[in-house]
């Protein structure tokens, strides 16, 4: 069946008198300059009065053949208008309707640009994991769900807070490489070679760091991060140690 002018824009009971093409007219330049449309107001108006012209000479008319019967800059700027705001409301709402209805296409306009060009003002990081580098270095990873972004943060071991608030290199951060979740936690040595040492453990062998004097403290250190066979031999003896 034929699709009807009527069922596409539903300009059954338009009128096409003097009053109703001026408040036409009103009404397009009111959309555009709201909406910031690049359409000539004068060819849109007439657009719209000759779809309503046509339709109502000749009911049955399908949408498709009512446009062929208009030149290509009319029927430009009935689709622009008829893609912001129905041509139907423009024709037959109430005033009120009218700008209602275009206060909320400015309202949904305004959220999605702050959403692609503005940055979120608050962001809730989740410490997720922890990781020790060859120079002893920690570094925590932070993650914010809502947005999926991550940020290593390094920090001082000993309890004295954030060794910087600057995030370190983002190389480290590929699909989260070398973060493990925080039940343990990953050793990285001077040789490339990483394992995952249980949390209880890290936390004895700190334990026998903090006993000792500088001089040895550093030569723990060294054999923590040395190679995975001297990382065992600290393992060992701090595990006799109760």
């Known amino acids: 069946m034929e699709e009807t002018a009527t069922e596409n824009l539903e300009l059954t009971e338009a009128k096409s008198d003097g009053a109703s093409k001026q408040r036409i007219r009103s009404r397009i330049s009111l959309v555009k300059n709201r909406l910031k449309l690049p359409v000539n ?10 779809y309503v012209d046509i339709s109502q000479k000749n009911p049955r008319l399908s949408h498709y053949r009512i446009l062929q019967k208009m030149s290509g800059p009319k029927r430009d700027a009935l689709s622009a208008i008829n893609s912001a705001v129905p041509v139907s409301m423009i024709v037959n709402a109430p005033e009120t309707q009218l700008r209602r209805t275009i206060r909320d296409i400015l309202k949904e ?3 999605e640009l702050n959403e692609q060009f ?68 990953p050793v990285v040595f001077s040789t490339g070679e990483e394992i995952n040492v249980e949390k209880d453990i890290m936390d004895k062998i ?32 701090a595990l006799l140690i109760k």
Do not use: C, H, W
Request: hydrophobic residues 35%; neutral net charge; aromatic residues 8%.
């Open 206 to 237: 700190k334990s026998v760091f903090d006993s000792l004097n500088e001089e040895n403290k550093q030569r723990l250190s060294d054999m923590v991060l040395e190679s995975p066979e001297t990382f065992n031999k600290v393992k060992e003896f």
């Open 109 to 111: 306009q305004k959220i």
């Open 41 to 50: 107001t004068s060819v849109a108006s007439t657009a719209v009065t000759d």
């Open 118 to 185: 503005n940055p979120p003002a608050m962001l809730l990081l989740k410490r997720e994991a922890i990781r020790m580098f060859p120079n002893g270095q920690r570094v925590a990873l932070y993650v914010d769900n809502k947005y999926g972004l991550t940020f290593p943060v390094p920090y001082d071991q000993s309890g004295t807070g954030f060794k910087s608030m600057n995030t370190v290199s983002p190389g480290p951060l590929n699909a989260q490489r070398g973060y493990v979740n925080e039940e343990v936690v």
